[in-house]
């Protein structure tokens, strides 16, 4: 650490006032916040590896060249063992997405939008990031090859497979796994392959913007892989549907840098993820069983988990292989637990009838005494029709008046009936659920139109009330939500009242800030 200290006040010029280790993750090397007397942070890195130290700072100082978003080595010592960094905070992209992880895959609607976010931004390091890349600076080497692919196969073979206790014929596994090393090396790909792009090396800046880390493993290879990489992580809890959405997202984002044939792509995404799946055993294998690490073992039946999906969605094309892999899910240690039914409230429908389809107004606009009078205060409010809709004290006579109660019904389960819609478990189920979320579309089309339109003539006052069976749950989500979403598009005054739940809030006009 006191060599760190020397290679800070050497750079800045002034002494580190604190220099605080940074809790690690599977990696030897060491991480340390030093700060400065001006409130400056910078990270210290101390590795064990010359070679690892080398393959990430010139990969940093490339991806930098080109205005990727990665931390700038800003100096490093003259041994090459140690290295300062940008510090790009404390908050991962897996830390930032834990509440949809613990709930089970269950990812809000923000959650979702950094996924997205992320994975658009991939292509660019992979193409981008190739350009010029002298790859022979890559640790331990500098293309995917067979060895490697071997080396890998063989760490679940050894580290995983045998530790089970499966009998299994050693000399065929291995004529396959010789066969699917060359299937792999096959797939096109002179572009950077990241090789462990997943959650946890996503850093987010105050913004919210993804920043890549730990990318010193790096090398030539196929894009698949680090796409199966990030959507296959085993406690991520992916639904189906949210992993091709990411992956469409990611497709088009490709397709900004080179042609693509989308049949081929998924092909070969598969390969790699059936790939990508056994070198993450043969590492839970290893740092679980034989290390101990609590992280790793905890990680094995989500890894295990989708090793059984894939299966069963025919992602083995190797007969052997497949009747391994096929026993080896099925094992009681591994046996999938079974799911628990969704209850679902007697004699409830769903419909796909949208009544909220605006309709187009004839003739031109006409003009009131109201003109010109501004600013507009918009106001929200929830409630419940047992207790009557709001009243309008502006004169106006009121506003919208919006009907959640066709929509799914959290207070109908015990797990919710204490709670209301701005509650963290109640938003998961109805963004989950889907149909609030299709119901406030077309509530934030005619809000948008009508305010903006508003703001046009100079009016002072717009109402919006939404009103459910309680005034607890559906009403409360949709005035939280429009009430913001008004004051982040047209940084309005907007006043919000929760009447039943007695809670105000007031979203202040930005330009009077």
């Known amino acids: 650490m006191e060599e760190l200290r020397k290679l800070y006040t ?16 599977g990696s030897n090397r060491k991480y340390y916040r030093l700060h400065g007397s001006d409130g400056s942070t910078l990270i210290g890195v101390v590795g064990t590896s010359l070679d690892e130290n080398h393959a990430f700072c010139y990969l940093a100082q490339h991806f930098t060249e080109r205005q990727l978003p990665v931390p700038a080595v800003v100096a490093k010592s003259a041994d090459g063992l140690r290295y300062l960094q940008d510090d790009l905070g404390d908050l ?17 609607q923000s959650e979702k939008e950094l996924l997205r976010r992320t994975i658009a931004l991939l292509p660019k390091i992979q193409i981008k990031g190739s350009r ?19 080396f890998d196969l063989n760490y679940f073979k050894y580290c995983f497979l045998k530790t089970t206790g499966l009998d299994f014929h050693e000399l065929k596994l291995e004529a396959t796994f010789q066969l699917m090393a ?4 096959a797939i096109p790909g002179d572009t950077f392959m990241y ?5 946890r090396n996503i850093m987010l800046d105050k913004e919210g913007n993804p920043y890549f880390i730990d990318f010193q493993g790096g090398r030539r290879g196929p894009v698949q892989y680090d796409v199966a990489s990030f959507l296959w992580q085993a406690s991520a809890h992916y639904s189906p549907a949210l992993r091709q959405e990411l992956i469409n997202t990611y497709i088009i984002s490709l397709k900004q840098y080179v042609e693509v044939n989308e049949l081929q792509f998924r092909q070969n995404l598969k390969l790699c993820v059936l790939f990508r799946l056994l070198q993450v055993l043969g590492a839970y294998g290893f740092r679980g069983y034989f290390e101990r690490k609590k992280h790793f073992l905890e990680s094995i039946p989500p890894a295990i988990q989708n090793l059984r999906e894939l299966l069963e969605e025919g992602g083995c094309p190797y007969p052997y292989l497949r009747e391994v892999l096929s026993q080896l899910v099925e094992l009681p240690q591994f046996a999938a637990k079974p799911e628990e039914p969704i209850q679902r409230a007697d004699g409830y429908k769903t419909t796909d009838n949208n009544p909220y389809v605006s309709h187009p107004k004839d003739g031109p606009a006409t003009f009131s005494r109201y003109d010109g009078k501004g600013p ?5 409010f929830s409630f419940s029709y047992g207790k009557g809709i709001p009243a309008d004290t502006s004169g106006n006579g009121g506003g919208y008046v919006f009907d959640c109660r066709s929509t799914h019904n959290p207070g109908r389960y015990e797990p919710y009936k204490e709670l209301t819609g701005i509650d963290e478990p109640v938003i998961r189920f109805l963004e989950d659920d889907g149909e609030i979320l299709t119901f406030l579309e077309s509530v934030y089309k005619l809000a948008d139109a009508h305010v903006q339109r508003y703001l046009q003539r100079g009016f002072t006052d717009l109402m919006f009330s939404f009103g459910c069976t309680g005034g607890q749950h559906r009403s409360v989500y949709s005035a939280q939500h429009l009430a913001e979403h ?3 598009k047209f940084g309005i005054e907007v006043r919000l009242c929760h009447r039943e739940q007695g809670i105000s809030q007031t979203f202040e006009n930005k330009a009077e800030t």
């Not at 050497?10 to 993750?25: F, M, P, R, Y």
């Not at 090789?195 to 959650?199: E, H, L, N, P, Y």
């Not at 507009?376 to 929200?380: D, G, I, T, Y």
């Open 182 to 185: 060359k299937d792999i090396v």
């Open 195 to 199: 090789r462990d792009f997943q959650a």
């Open 10 to 25: 050497q750079h800045t010029g002034q002494e580190a006032v604190s220099c605080d280790e940074i809790a690690g993750s």
């Open 92 to 108: 991962s992209l897996f830390d930032a997405i834990k509440g949809g992880r613990d709930a089970g895959g269950r990812y809000t």
């Open 376 to 380: 507009l205060v918009v106001r929200v």
């Open 486 to 488: 008004i004051h982040q």
């Open 132 to 150: 010029d890349l002298d790859f022979k600076h890559c640790y331990p080497q500098e293309s995917l090859d067979e060895t490697n692919v071997l």
